[in-house]
C-alpha cells in the first residue's frame, strides 16, 4: 500500500522564491524532469503554480538546474529566468555550492566520521552506480564525508557533506561501506519503505544568488514520519 504523496501546483513546499529563483522542497513521489515515466515532472508542476499566481500569458520560462533522484526527498533550486539559469549552471557545474544530506541507514558506519573515496562506475542498464576502492575503466572519482548525527533504537542518522556530484553517489557510496540507506532496495536495503522512497533527504544548500550574489542558506525540513519525526 503506497501513501506516496505527489508535489501539485496547490501543495508546493516553497522554501524560498523571488524574481530569478524557486527553491522547492520535493516529496519522495515528484520526479524532477520529464523522463520515460511519462510522469508530471515537477518542473511543470512549478510551472503551472507561477502561471497561476502571476496571471501569466503563454509559456512559462523555468530551467531545471540540478536533480535530486525520485525516492530522495529535499532542496532543489529551479531558475525563472535565462540569466539565473545561465549562472545557476556555472555555479553547479564548477562546484560551488554546498550539499548538505542526512541519511537513514541499519548499520553503524566502520567510524563515527570519515571522508569516503571511490571510484564509481555507472550501469546505465540497471540505473545504478557501482563503488569501488580502485580505478576502474570508465569510473569516476567520487568523495563525500559523513558523520553520525543521531543514534535511534534500529538506526543511524548520518549527515552527509557531497564533494562531487556523482550518480547515486550517496547510495552507492554507503552501500560499499556495508550502510544501505532504509528504503533503497536498489543499493541492498532488505524491505522497501510503504512509499516507495528512501531515508536520503538533501537539507542544506549554501549558493551565492545568481543575480543579487548574496550568499543564501536554504534548509528543507524532513518528510513527516516516525524516523524524521525524532530528529
Known amino acids: 500500500m503506497s501513501t506516496k504523496e505527489i508535489s501539485t501546483k496547490d501543495n508546493l513546499q516553497i522554501l524560498h522564491e523571488d524574481n530569478h529563483i524557486i527553491v522547492i522542497n520535493k516529496r519522495v513521489g515528484d520526479i524532477v524532469q520529464g523522463d520515460k515515466t511519462g510522469d508530471k515532472p515537477l518542473s511543470d508542476v512549478v510551472k503551472e503554480y507561477i502561471k497561476e499566481k502571476y496571471n501569466k500569458p503563454g509559456d512559462v520560462f523555468l530551467g531545471v538546474v540540478h536533480r535530486l533522484d525520485r525516492p530522495t526527498t529535499g532542496i532543489v533550486v529551479f531558475a525563472k529566468t535565462s540569466k539565473a539559469l545561465t549562472r545557476l549552471n556555472e555555479t553547479f557545474k564548477n562546484r560551488e555550492t554546498q550539499k548538505t544530506y542526512w541519511a537513514v541507514v541499519k548499520n553503524c558506519p566502520p567510524k563515527e566520521k570519515d571522508t569516503l573515496i571511490h571510484f564509481l562506475k555507472r550501469n546505465t542498464k540497471s540505473n545504478t552506480s557501482k563503488a569501488h576502492l580502485k580505478e576502474v575503466p570508465e569510473s569516476k572519482k567520487a568523495s563525500l564525508s559523513y558523520q553520525i548525527i543521531k543514534k535511534l533504537d534500529n538506526y543511524f542518522v548520518l549527515e552527509i557533506d557531497l564533494h562531487t556530484g556523482r ?23 532488505d524491505r522497501s519503505n510503504p512509499d516507495g522512497g528512501i531515508h536520503l533527504h538533501a537539507r542544506k544548500l549554501v549558493l551565492t544568488h545568481p543575480v543579487s550574489k ?9 518528510p513527516k514520519d516516525s524516523i524524521w519525526n525524532t530528529l
Open 167 to 189: 550518480h547515486h553517489q550517496i547510495r552507492a557510496q554507503l552501500q560499499a561501506i556495508g550502510c544501505p540507506i532504509k528504503g533503497d532496495l536498489k543499493y541492498g536495503f
Open 214 to 222: 548574496e550568499i543564501i542558506i536554504f534548509n528543507a525540513p524532513t
